[in-house]
């Protein structure tokens, strides 16, 4: 593994071979990414997440609108999880780099065709501007430096690159109100009465809430998060709200129905639950300028 990747390696990279994954030793990690680290790398957890998450069709066909055709590419997944991103996707990139920072996770994303790393994606071991594509999918909302996170997944992208990110929420639409955030913070007591809920116990669900660090009311990503971060580094960058159940149909400007919950809660906040800043969720597709010289 270590052989494939030295070519995009920093020189004073400091990385160890650990037999299933490469490793970047991560020094004093945050609270988050211990958490991160703790929930992904439970085994049962992993599974449900790779089972039962971003694998849906509506997801595929929009994943591949946006990433287009990646065979012989070099691709980077920022907080690839258990894989769940080529699981779905498929297909034959060059070389697939998946990042995360949970073990248990890193291993499972071997076996869908990943060369697995551990590192910390606020300052990962690589060059600059090698990577045809990078792609952080529900990634930067369990980061504390959602910022320096995006920054970083940028500077790997090759000029004519592209950088695609999704399922983050859009903190418009999160920042509930009144009654609604009342509701918010009853959610999951309601859960406990009702038997829904995608978590099954209630260490699973601690840890899950505490994994997933902007993803609350007032916290969240915006149009301008990604504009103001990626167009300063030379990227045309294009953001699309939707609400998860659409497929390539976002990238034409199309948001889709959340589900009656969702809505209820931006009414409650005093918004029009049709509004794109009410859309659930936002995805990102960022093309890296190519400069030509005259």
């Known amino acids: 593994m270590m052989s494939v990747l030295k070519p995009f390696l920093n020189p004073e990279a400091e990385i160890y071979d650990s037999g299933s994954y490469l490793e970047c030793p991560i020094q004093n990690p945050s609270e988050g990414l211990k958490a991160n680290a703790y929930y992904f790398n439970h085994p049962e957890w992993a599974e449900e997440y790779l089972t039962y998450c971003h694998r849906s069709e509506s997801f595929k066909s929009r994943w591949q609108a946006a990433v287009g055709d990646w065979t012989d590419k070099v691709v980077v997944d920022i907080g690839c999880g258990p894989g769940n991103i080529f699981a779905t996707l498929q297909g034959k990139p060059k070389l697939l780099i998946g990042i995360d920072v949970a073990p ?3 291993m499972l994303a071997k076996k869908q065709g990943y060369l697995p790393l551990l590192a910390d994606a606020t300052k990962l071991p690589f060059i600059s501007g090698f990577a045809d594509i990078v792609t952080l999918n529900a990634a930067l909302h369990h980061c504390e430096d959602m910022e320096a996170i995006l920054k970083e997944a940028a500077r790997l992208v090759k000029p004519g690159g592209i950088i695609v ?3 983050d929420p859009q903190r418009s639409a999160w920042d509930y ?3 609604a955030k ?4 009853g959610r999951l007591l309601i859960y406990k009465i009702t038997g829904h809920g995608f978590h099954k116990t209630n260490s699973q669900q601690f840890w899950g809430l505490a994994c997933e660090i902007h993803h609350k009311p007032g916290h969240g990503v915006s149009k301008e998060f990604f504009i103001n971060n990626l167009k300063p580094l030379g990227f045309d960058v294009h ?5 998860h159940e659409l497929g390539a149909e976002v ?4 948001k889709g129905r959340a589900e009656l919950k969702y809505r209820i809660g931006n009414i409650l906040s005093g918004r029009n639950p049709k509004a794109e800043s009410s859309a659930l969720t936002l995805m990102c597709v960022a093309r890296k300028m190519e400069h030509v010289l005259t």
């Open 104 to 106: 248990g996770s890193l």
């Open 165 to 167: 990110t999704d399922h």
């Open 177 to 179: 109100k009144g009654l």
């Open 182 to 185: 009342l509701l918010w913070n």
């Open 239 to 243: 953001v699309f709200p939707h609400n």
């Open 251 to 254: 990238l034409q400007g199309e």
